[in-house]
């Protein structure tokens, strides 16, 4: 598989925060879809398939861990990685929803390229 038959979706409702991660993609020359809501993001699971889903905590209609159990339904073999700044990586929902194998890693905001290329990396070489 080339960068071009991997999708990945980006979650988030700052608008800037979905172009900063969609730049950072196309670094690596993989393809994005972007939703700002939830609802978006559950339209673009039911019609595509994604290697990999970038979600915010918190999204003005749903909260991310609901997102991510409704990803884990409908679409198992996706990899999730919860992004935020509400959270922080030791925070015990999190810790949960990792162990649980809901999620499959978290960043903290601000983050660095590094910390998506190897979630990315991660993703693409599984």
């Not at 903290?108 to 910390?115: A, G, I, M």
Request: charge should be negative; hydrophobic fraction near 45%; include cysteine.
């Amino acid at each position: 598989m080339t960068g071009k038959d991997l999708m990945f979706l980006i979650v988030d409702d700052e608008p800037d925060m979905c172009w900063a991660l969609q730049h950072i993609l196309k670094k690596k020359g993989l393809v994005s879809r972007i939703a700002v809501t939830g609802q978006e993001a559950h339209m673009l699971i039911d019609s595509n398939s994604f290697v990999m889903a970038f979600l915010d905590a918190k999204l003005p209609d749903t909260d991310g861990l609901a997102l991510a159990a409704h990803i884990r339904i409908k679409a198992p073999e996706t990899r999730i990685v919860m992004i935020s700044g509400y959270f922080y990586k030791d925070d015990g929902s999190i810790q949960k929803a990792i162990s649980d194998g809901l999620i499959s890693g978290f960043i903290s905001k601000p983050f660095q390229h590094d910390e998506i290329f190897r979630m990315i990396d991660a993703a693409t070489s599984a």
